[in-house]
């Protein structure tokens, strides 16, 4: 692997990491406070679960950069500032109600199960195995959000009317993830990731009539067609300062203690 | 069990059976409230299968099931003779016992039943050597079950997730080695 390809696919796993870390660490903060305790538990899983398969991109990056895992890791989520973070703006949102947060995991979620549906079969061989084991998880995170997103759509008029607020505002951000960037070119090139747009056709497939179904419709111009403002992702929001300041307040008070 | 009643605002009760193997019994683990049989299922698994041994979960409403303790039926030695089948239109019904004070529910079997009480009469009759300190009977049709396919991506995921088993986190045998090791230093 060239220099150029191995620092290209070390931005797109961090790029990935950084969404599913945030996302993550967004859906913790509903722990205690989720609507029912069953509920509570079932989310804290899935928060921690994201944050797990963060991980394992982290570790990917710090195998190709010729890092220690641990120690890459912890730098890479404790010591970067907000314009070094990669993640997209959707996911540094602050959680708002449950519709929003239920509806922000499922647009993920779906999104994510099409992507490592190909990256399952990347030339780039730990890629391809690590996309395999995560998606098993991911299809029962996808079955979770897909039966919230149906019984809040079509439930009463303020849980709908919830419900498409969060769509409407989501939608605005959703895009970003299939933003492509130049280094993914390259990737594509080398069968290491699938095409950006094509994950998009793929993903609107599956979203669209999904949302349809439950009683919500997409706002216009979320077809991604036309001219739409593109957003970098080493652009984002205020709160990802917040958010990281939450996040890495404790490493940052003793950076050399030993945990 | 006791019913939902119609001023209660919580959504209804789901008892959760899980199977740790394949030549184990269905057992209670637990109940979860939902608001129906498909999220109960969802969250059983979350708060049931905190670590791989699962292979199997049900949900059943337990308003829907029928229950019977020792006591209650030694109370009443006539009941069970009373009922008796009024027709053929019979339906499957699981039963599930308590066998000790400290057991979980298990299964005991099935019967085939024209409504609950009948069910219960038939399961004594079909299983006399069990010795339930409280019956359950309920249908089959009412219990939602995962499925063979659900195994990979609800149960096994679990089984790399060590942070879960709190025996990996050997609390006590730190906390010992935190007292030994403060111990020394004050010698």
């Known amino acids: ?259 | 069990m006791s019913d939902t009643h119609a001023s209660d605002t919580q959504w209804p009760r789901y008892m959760v059976l899980h199977q740790e193997r394949e030549d184990k019994p269905h057992q209670h683990a637990g109940t979860v409230h939902a608001s129906d049989a498909e999220m109960a299922l969802l969250n059983a698994r979350d708060v049931f299968v905190r670590r791989p041994d699962c292979v199997s979960l049900w949900v059943v409403r337990a308003d829907l099931i029928f229950a019977r303790t020792q006591e209650e039926l030694a109370l009443n030695p006539d009941w069970l003779d009373n009922i008796q089948a009024t027709s053929d239109r019979t339906e499957a019904y699981y039963v599930f016992a308590k066998l000790t004070q400290k057991a979980q529910f298990s299964h005991i079997g099935e019967v085939e039943a024209e409504n609950p009480p009948h069910a219960l009469k038939m399961a004594l009759q079909k299983y006399p050597k069990t010795q339930g300190l409280v019956w359950w009977v309920f249908p089959v049709k009412v219990v939602l079950k995962s499925t063979p396919d659900d195994i990979a991506a609800m149960f096994s995921p679990a089984a790399t997730k060590d942070f879960r088993d709190q025996a990996n986190f050997h609390a006590l045998s730190v906390l010992r080695k935190l007292m030994r090791d403060q111990k020394q230093e004050a010698e």
């Open chain 1, 1 to 259: 692997m060239n220099a150029e390809l191995k620092q290209a696919l070390i931005d797109y796993l961090l790029a990935m990491a950084d969404d599913e870390l945030i996302l993550g660490h967004r859906n913790s903060e509903w722990c205690g406070h989720a609507p029912i305790l069953e509920e509570d538990i079932a989310f804290a899983n899935i928060a921690l679960d994201e944050i797990g398969h963060a991980i394992v991109w982290y570790e990917l990056a710090a195998d190709l950069s010729r890092e220690e895992r641990d120690i890459f890791a912890n730098r890479m989520v404790y010591f970067r500032g907000a314009p070094d973070y990669r993640n997209t703006q959707m996911v540094e949102l602050p959680k708002g109600d449950w519709a929003f947060t239920m509806l922000r995991q499922y647009l993920f979620d779906q999104f994510e199960m099409v992507r490592l549906e190909k990256l399952a079969q990347s030339s780039y061989a730990p890629l391809a195995e690590a996309a395999a084991k995560i998606r098993t998880e991911e299809i029962y995170h996808l079955r979770h959000t897909q039966a919230w997103v149906r019984r809040l759509g079509l439930g009463t008029d303020e849980s709908h009317r919830r419900m498409q607020t969060a769509l409407n505002e989501l939608m605005r951000y959703y895009e970003q993830l299939f933003s492509p960037s130049l280094a993914d070119t390259l990737l594509f090139q080398a069968n290491m990731v699938p095409f950006q747009t094509e994950l998009m056709v793929h993903t609107l497939e599956l979203i669209v009539p999904f949302l349809v179904e439950a009683n919500l419709i997409p706002p216009r111009g979320s077809n991604f067609v036309g001219p739409n403002d593109v957003i970098y992702r080493h652009e984002h929001t205020e709160h990802l300062n917040d958010l990281l300041s939450n996040l890495q307040q404790v490493a940052r008070l003793d950076p050399m203690a030993k945990w």
